[in-house]
């Protein structure tokens, strides 16, 4: 069973900067790619940034400029740097991983959300 552990939401003004982290544990062959999600109150959720094994990056167009993603493949985590916050950031941030378990079984995680929460 996979875990995904999100930590880093919060309060920040407008123009401010929050990191969030995500650790994936459980005994599977990888964690492949890996990823940021957001859901804006009575908005769908959208891709904010995603990160392949390899460290190749791909990011909203919103968020170009102002985000950056990486991860620690030793500590099986993923981070979201997040600076020139806008309130339009505002929303529930998930964690979004795809995960070898085991040969040819390959199955999609989702953390259970951060809130942040940008104040003009």
């Known amino acids: 069973q996979v875990q995904l552990v999100e930590s880093g939401g919060g309060l920040v003004q407008a123009g401010g900067s929050l990191r969030l982290s995500c650790a994936a544990s459980?005994?599977?062959?990888?964690?492949?790619?890996m990823g940021w999600y957001r859901q804006a109150p009575g908005k769908q959720r959208e891709l904010v940034a995603l990160i392949s094994s390899g460290g190749t990056t791909n990011l909203a167009d919103s968020v170009k400029g102002r985000f950056s993603i990486s991860r620690d493949n030793a500590k099986n985590t993923v981070y979201l740097q997040m600076n020139s916050l806008k309130p339009e950031d505002t929303a529930v941030y998930y964690c979004n991983v795809d995960v070898r378990e085991r040969d040819y079984v390959f199955k999609n995680y989702w953390g259970k959300g951060t809130l942040v929460t940008v104040s003009s």
């Open positions: 459980g005994t599977v062959y990888s964690f492949n790619r």
